[in-house]
């Protein structure tokens, strides 16, 4: 292990305990104002950010040349999970605090801000070492298929939405129907996108040098 990865371990550790402390202070906090547990747990944020500190947990028990496809796909999906975390809430959530419970300022900025962030970057940084199939981009969409399914399916028990887009009390099925159709496009783009860059890199890590052109020798 060099010594870069030795700082590249540490950081990712940090990350991942400051994601841990973040959220369980703001369930704590939730919980202490009578709010639900299970609602907490419901929100995509607190699901991509739980696993992204498992993604980062995995990289440094993990070392790179041990890394199968599986483990970079799972990866991957991580980075995807919390990328979309950090998009939604750019354009659709921010200044809504109060309603997704983390009111608290740098709770916010943890969930929502630095993990996305750090999460990307250490995927640019130390990217996956396999091609993966083109299949991977569509299994990636399956938990943010499955979550939305989850939401509708529980908020109509306890009449409870964590995100504007997906209350059907306010929009009706016709109006959260069509918003998610929108977003899981945009989240399939950003899932080939990533695919696309991720098997780019992992040739280039696989071929780092490039070859020379060989000489033309006249006859």
Do not use: C, K
Request: zero cysteines; aromatic letters at 10%; hydrophobic letters at 55%.
């Amino acid at each position: 292990m060099t010594a870069t990865d030795v700082v590249r371990n540490a950081l990712r550790l940090g990350f991942a305990t400051a994601a841990i402390v973040a959220m369980s202070y703001q369930l704590a906090t939730s919980v202490a104002l009578g709010r639900s547990g299970a609602n907490f747990f419901s929100f995509f944020t607190i699901q991509s950010n739980i696993l992204a500190v498992a993604a980062l947990f995995l990289l440094v028990l993990v070392r790179r040349e041990e890394r199968s496809p599986l483990v970079d796909g799972l990866r991957t999906g991580a980075v995807l999970y919390v990328a979309i975390t950090g998009v939604v809430f750019a354009l659709l959530l921010s200044g809504l605090q109060q309603e997704l419970q983390t009111t608290t300022p740098w709770v916010d900025t943890v969930v929502h801000r630095v993990m996305p962030l750090v999460l990307v970057v250490d995927w640019l940084l130390d990217p996956p070492g396999h091609r993966l199939p083109a299949w991977a981009a569509a299994a990636w969409l399956v938990y943010p298929v499955a979550w939305f399914a989850y939401t509708l399916v529980r908020g109509e028990v306890v009449d409870w939405y964590p995100y504007p887009f997906v209350d059907v009390s306010e929009l009706g099925y016709g109006g959260v129907l069509a918003r998610a159709a929108a977003l899981t496009v945009g989240f399939a783009v950003l899932a080939l996108g990533l695919l696309a860059l991720g098997n780019r890199l992992a040739r280039r890590r696989a071929d780092p040098t490039p070859h020379a052109p060989v000489e033309q020798h006249a006859a």
